[in-house]
């Protein structure tokens, strides 16, 4: 009788756990589209058309007085952004340490930014402020929602299916920006046939985002659980960015798994500025049109689905470091043909978007699962929070990088190849880290394949 009892506890938690990942699958679903509809494909453009009309002869806007070249102007919001999340992630991951309500927090990121990205509906004329404001709230509440949202990883999945719970994340991330990626591109090449025009089209799929955000994250709401926080740590729980220096300190007496953030913060900030810039790279210098970008980040989602689930495969064989390595060399081969793309010819783009998906969301998903047999037992949720500040506190850098060579030199090509730099020193920094032996050093069983 006694041994029933445990057997149906046991199943009953295993069947709690399914419950939370699918859950957790539904909020990638659910902010992914934020990523691809507006920061991927639309905002960039429309928001460097909107600073162009309100700029002066020599082509500057001046925002707060500062002078600005117009298409410069999203790539620095995108940064400034970055650094407001930067400043608010400690804040918000030491209270869901403190308290262990991880749900109120995400809860009060998405509808944040959800609001904010559903307000680009108003982004119209020569409103290229308001579209920075904007921008900035909504980027910086999806980096804190995604902070709280990788920290359940560890909660929701034991060691051995971390990289598959990881893959299938971002593969549901994926398939969603896909199919609203559709509706996007039905939408804004038939405006005429919807009684649209077409920059009223592009506001209507901005705030779509927004909608679709907002809707969709009742779900994990719904299904995640928050766990209760243990008293040793709500006590030694600093606020702040003092959290965060003590959580440094404390990754001093584990310097490998301090290496590997080193080599994921290099290289995830050239993922993510290629991410946010590609669009305005095609459209500037390869004078491509919204429906050929619509099209090409349409195929990027689709393989990404593939690739990242191909990529956890793959890991099974060849171990996660590998798997890493190889898709940071496909990332600079991939940067570097796309340096060459003759200008007006979409078929080329379209190969340079294959690429990427294929490479896109293994990588990032894979850095996740791998992350997580770096951190010492117990200490879950406050390496991820140093993780997710990794993934953001130097994404920064790129889309300044981006706009300041635009800047210097008024090329688009200079400034797209300046990002191979990133995948070539991530690439040689976590060539050099020691997976296994920094596994075993955290505390945790080294897996067979890693």
Same mark, same amino acid.
């Given at each position: 009788m006694g041994t029933d009892t445990v057997r149906t506890q046991t199943a009953e938690e295993a069947a709690g756990l399914r419950r939370e990942q699918h859950g957790w699958y539904?909020?990638?679903w659910a902010c992914s589209v934020y990523s691809t509809t507006v920061l991927t494909v639309f905002l960039g453009p429309y928001l460097? !058309?909107?600073a162009e009309k309100a700029a002066d002869a020599d082509g500057y806007v001046h925002p707060l007085g500062v002078p600005v070249r117009a298409g410069s102007f999203f790539a620095y919001s995108v940064s400034l952004s970055v650094i407001v999340a930067v400043v608010l992630m400690p804040l918000v991951g030491a209270a869901a340490d403190r308290t262990g309500r991880k749900k109120p927090l995400l809860a009060a990121a998405a509808y944040t930014g959800a609001a904010a990205t559903t307000g680009m509906f108003f982004l119209d004329g020569d409103r290229y402020l308001l579209g920075g404001v904007l921008l900035v709230a909504a980027n910086a509440a999806q980096s804190v929602g995604m902070m709280l949202y990788n920290s359940y990883l560890p909660q929701i999945a034991p060691p051995e299916e971390r990289d598959?719970?990881? !893959?299938?994340?971002?593969?549901?991330?994926y398939a969603a920006g896909s199919?609203?990626?559709v509706a996007n591109l039905v939408l804004y090449s038939a405006h005429d046939s919807f009684g649209l025009s077409e920059t009223a089209a592009v506001r209507v799929c901005l705030a779509s985002a927004g909608l679709w955000w907002g809707a969709f994250t009742l779900v994990p709401l719904r299904r995640l659980r928050d766990r209760q926080a243990r008293v040793e740590r709500a006590r030694a729980t600093s606020p702040g960015l003092r959290q965060l220096a003590a959580t440094v300190r404390d990754m001093r007496r584990h310097p490998l798994t301090l290496a590997f953030l080193l080599a994921y913060l290099v290289y995830n900030d050239g993922i993510q500025t290629v991410i946010s810039q590609a669009s305005v790279y095609g459209s500037e210098e390869l004078g491509l049109g919204q429906s050929t970008l619509i099209v090409a980040v349409l195929l990027v989602q689709v393989l990404a689905v593939a690739g990242a689930l191909a990529m956890g495969r793959l890991a099974r064989t060849y171990g996660a470091k590998r798997t890493i390595l190889g898709s940071?060399?496909?990332?600079?081969v991939t940067l570097g043909a796309g340096y060459f793309l003759p200008a007006g010819v979409p078929v080329w783009f379209f190969v340079l978007a294959a690429g990427i998906g294929l490479v896109l969301g293994g990588s990032q998903a894979l850095s996740r699962s791998l992350f997580s047999h770096l951190v010492p037992p117990g200490k879950e949720a406050e390496y991820f929070s140093a993780y997710e500040m990794s993934d953001r506190g130097m994404s920064w850098l790129g889309p300044l990088l981006f706009g300041v060579t635009y800047q210097l030199t008024g090329s688009y090509r200079?400034?797209?190849?300046s990002l191979v730099a990133f995948f070539v020193i991530g690439f040689a920094l976590l060539a050099r880290v020691p997976v296994r032996r920094a596994i075993d050093e955290a505390g945790n069983p080294v897996p067979d394949r890693i």
């Open positions: 539904v909020y990638d460097t !058309s909107v598959a719970v990881s !893959s299938r994340g971002w593969a549901f991330g199919l609203v990626l940071l060399v496909a990332w600079t200079s400034a797209i190849i």
